[in-house]
């Protein structure tokens, strides 16, 4: 309750702080956003238990309408199991994980609703990306329970990965205040192979995706940047190959346990967002089956909570 205490605070924080702000012409825009199961009152770590993520944008171009942007992103997730028992002995249901990703990305607003996105970004797993000292640091903060685990770690490696994403509306309601779009997304590289496609649902006070909270296109927006929306986003994944989940063999008594990659998942995100002058807040909740097929539990949700500022 401590962790979710001090992440509204800040929240409320930088809301007030930007409550009386003018709008102005933005070139820039930094974003904090943060994943955790906390969020929804789990009193419990496992799979996908924390990320972090620092996002700064850069606009390249004045063009409103076919804009271009440059996106730099630093991001650090862990990635935990849950302990089964076998035979009076204990194991954990797949190998703990941490993963450090450096991402660069173009924005293209092709119209202003179309985008295209071209990325780059180079992963680090293992110990060197500090998951063990991370979640310590965490839990001694807030006094939460003494963790174990992470002598399953999965080894150091690091890889290279290009992506390119697609996303237009096609559908938006007379009013305005109901869009649906599609999402056409592909990763191949040493770390991550995988192809996904969604199909976002918007209601509320609405904008153009080159102006939208959504798309991050807000920082185009120099008259106003009020909008207020709910979100759903169902998204089919392939995968073919996942960096945490890597060299997923381990020792059970005296057999050999191997987790197996999931090649489709199915993810559910349910959300929020609003925004007004030069702030925008947003929260999610997501929902999805589990990316190794043989874990304890089949399904895993979290929650999302970001921040973000233009100026």
Avoid at 60 to 85: C, P, Q, W
Avoid at 163 to 186: D, H, M, P, V
Wanted: glycine letters at 6%; a positive charge; one cysteine or more.
């Amino acid at each position: 309750m401590k962790f979710l205490f001090c992440n509204w605070l800040l929240i409320l924080f930088f809301l007030s702080f930007s409550a009386n702000s003018q709008v102005k012409n933005s070139s820039f825009q930094l974003s904090l956003k943060n994943d955790n199961d906390v969020y929804l009152l789990e009193r419990s770590d496992r799979y996908y238990t924390n990320g972090v993520f620092v996002d700064f944008l850069m606009k390249l171009s004045k063009d409103t309408s076919k804009s271009t942007m440059l996106a730099i992103e630093f991001g650090h997730r862990l990635y935990t199991g849950v302990k089964n028992e076998k035979d009076n002995k204990s194991y954990w249901d797949r190998k703990f994980a941490a993963n450090i990703v450096l991402k660069s990305s173009v924005y293209r607003f092709i119209q202003e609703n179309k985008i295209v996105r071209f990325s780059i970004q180079v992963d680090k797993v293992g110990p060197t990306a500090y998951g063990e000292d991370v979640q310590n640091f965490i839990h001694h903060l807030f006094r939460l329970y003494e963790i174990e685990g992470w002598e399953t770690e999965l080894p150091n490696s690091i890889g290279i990965d290009l992506g390119i994403q697609y996303e237009q509306e096609f559908f938006k309601s007379r009013k305005g205040n109901f869009a649906i779009s599609t999402n056409l997304s592909a990763v191949i590289g040493s770390h991550n192979k995988q192809a996904s496609v969604g199909l976002p649902f918007r209601y509320g006070k609405l904008k153009a995706f080159n102006k939208s909270t959504f798309t991050k296109g807000n920082i185009n927006d120099n008259m106003g940047n009020n909008e207020f929306y709910i979100f759903y986003i169902p998204t089919l994944i392939y995968q073919v190959k996942n960096s945490i989940f890597a060299d997923g063999s381990f020792l059970v008594g005296n057999a050999i346990r191997k987790n197996i990659l999931a090649p489709i998942v199915f993810s559910n995100q349910l959300g929020v967002t609003y925004a007004k002058n030069n702030s925008a807040l947003s929260f999610s909740i997501t929902g999805y089956n589990n990316e190794i097929k043989n874990l304890k539990y089949n399904y895993h949700q979290y929650g999302s909570l970001s921040y973000s500022y233009r100026f």
